[in-house]
Nanobody, 118 residues
Framework: QVQLVESGGGLVQPGGSLRLSCAASGSDFRLYVMGWYRQAAGKEREVIATILPNFMPTYVDSVKGRFTISRDNSNNMVYLQMNSLKPEDTAIYYC????????????WGQGTRVTVSS
């Protein structure tokens, strides 16, 4: 069974940085689209960054220029470097693996909380 385990969340002041990590179990990690989502209190979960198997990233406008998604296929890891953090970035951040085949389900991590506050 595939598992995603996030780490790296915490409390940071506005303007600060955090690096989130996601460790993935299972095989063929390099073939999957991986992503980071977040869910703020009272809001729906939203995708903020994805990275394709060819390492091409995409970002939602609100994090462009501040966040960087990356992956290490040798170690089954996905990262989210978050710089210039703002209070509105406060949320639970989830790692996600998109289905590769029709019969597969989405895979989610348990989430890691990020709080941006002075």
């Amino acid at each position: 069974q595939v598992q995603l385990v996030e780490s790296g969340g915490g409390l940071v002041q506005p303007g600060g940085s955090l690096r989130l990590s996601c460790a993935a179990s299972g095989s063929d990690f390099r073939l999957y689209v991986m992503g980071w989502y977040r869910q703020a209190a009272g809001k729906e979960r939203e995708v903020i960054a994805t990275i394709l198997p060819n390492f091409m990233p995409t970002y939602v406008d609100s994090v462009k220029g501040r966040f960087t998604i990356s992956r290490d296929n040798s170690n089954n890891m996905v990262y989210l470097q978050m710089n210039s953090l703002k209070p509105e970035d406060t949320a639970i951040y989830y790692c996600h693996r998109a289905p590769l085949l029709r019969f597969q389900d989405d895979v989610w991590g348990q989430g890691t909380r990020v709080t941006v506050s002075s």
